[in-house]
């Protein structure tokens, strides 16, 4: 009661690592939503204790006002905090994009809520929408490069025949090396599929 | 209003405070020595400041100074203040100073705060730019969390420069990902 679970949330991704997310705290989210109806009913017990004494609500400051205010508090502190888990998750969730792709590894799938998977898809298109109406990709690297091919290792098995930009097929087997043109790598790479290989 | 979403501001206001009823209150239960759903007034509560802040304001209850600032600690910081566990005491120290101090009427709580902040800062900054990993996570202890973040920030900006000097490949695995793991067969 009183904030606390709300708190706990926050907490949550508070002692995390830097963007990383923890699965998807549903049942806490439950419990705290379950706190505010029961601040609810007591706030509202309390206004009609002071309507049946026939007090005038709005101006008398009897022990049930103050009841009534701290209820009042404790629901509007445990919105904050609700607000702030979310916001903090969707943040995090649109700095994914410009790290990773718009394709997401299973592993972090797999923490997000079913809205949030929603949110992320929304996003990507409308990401997706405006790079092509600008003719612009904006996720590569920003700063250009001195050589527009580089030499990777395939780390995990990607498959074979992916097509890469300039319409050639390649076959990406584990440890095999290739020369590849950069923004095709990139992508791979960030995901850790792939290395760069330096000297 | 843009410490709305701030988390290091919702959990520096989650910081209990003690403070005392003037009025009573009825239909709550946060008093814990209490055996009915009501406050007397005289009663002293321990409550997070994020309440206390409130019911001052109102006059409702007032606020007593936390004992993270008390004497004790005044006379700690200013012998050494590097070394002082403020972690311990009270992880948001200074944010949580600065919100209390209108309220309790602490004159001298803003430039007794500077000074703690400025000497450990030195501190902060020399360990942060030449120390190995290993070395200085002994004294990271001590640390509040807004130290913590200036001492990573710092130490991040270090790396990145040492990367950038040696001259290492550009892209790297997203560090979002994490450890993989081998996927069960």
């Known amino acids: 009661m009183y904030g606390r679970k709300a708190c706990q949330l926050v907490k949550e991704l508070a002692t995390g690592e830097k963007e990383q997310l923890t699965p998807f705290n549903s049942d806490q989210l439950d419990q705290v939503i379950a706190e505010c109806s029961q601040h609810y009913s007591e706030l509202q017990a309390l206004i009609r204790n002071m309507q049946e004494k026939g007090l005038d609500v709005q101006t008398t400051k009897n022990e049930d006002h103050f009841g009534a205010l701290v209820h009042h508090l404790s629901l509007v502190r445990n919105k904050r905090c609700l607000m702030s888990y979310l916001y903090k998750r969707a943040e995090i969730l649109r700095n994914l994009i410009w790290k990773v792709g718009t394709m997401l590894p299973q592993e972090i799938q797999e923490k997000l809520s079913h809205f949030e998977e929603e949110y992320f898809k929304k996003h990507s298109a409308s990401l997706k929408s405006y790079m092509s109406r600008i003719d612009l990709d904006l996720a590569v690297d920003m700063v250009p490069p001195k050589d527009p091919y580089i030499q990777v290792r395939v780390l995990d098995d990607i498959g074979e025949g992916i097509v890469l930009s300039d319409d050639k097929t390649a076959n990406f087997t584990c440890h095999s090396m290739h020369f590849l043109k950069r923004t095709d790598a990139e992508q791979f790479i960030s995901r850790g599929l792939m290395e760069e290989l330096t000297g | ?185």
């Not at chain 2, 002082?84 to 209108?102: H, M, N, Q, T």
């Not at chain 2, 001590?142 to 900006?157: F, G, H, R």
Request: with cysteine.
């Open chain 2, 1 to 185: 209003m843009a410490n709305y979403y701030d988390i290091d501001d919702i959990l520096a206001e989650e910081e209990l405070v003690s403070v005392v009823f003037q009025k009573a209150v009825n239909g709550v239960g946060i008093d814990p020595s209490s055996e009915t759903d009501s406050v007397e007034p005289g009663s002293k509560v321990e409550l997070p400041f994020w309440l206390a802040h409130e019911l001052h304001l109102r006059q409702i209850a007032t606020m007593k100074l936390p004992p993270c600032f008390n004497q004790k600690t005044r006379l700690e910081l200013g012998a050494d203040a590097a070394c002082v566990d403020l972690r311990s005491r009270c992880p948001y120290f200074y944010e949580f100073g600065c919100k209390i101090a209108p309220l309790v009427g602490d004159r001298d709580m803003g430039s007794f705060l500077l000074s703690a902040f400025k000497n450990r800062y030195q501190e902060v900054l020399a360990k942060a730019h030449t120390a190995a990993f290993a070395a200085a996570s002994k004294s990271l202890t001590v640390l509040t969390k807004e130290e913590t973040n200036l001492y990573e920030a710092a130490q991040s900006s270090m790396a990145a420069f040492k990367k950038w000097r040696i001259g290492g490949p550009r892209f790297q695995k997203a560090a979002v990902l994490g450890r993989k793991r081998k996927p069960t067969e």
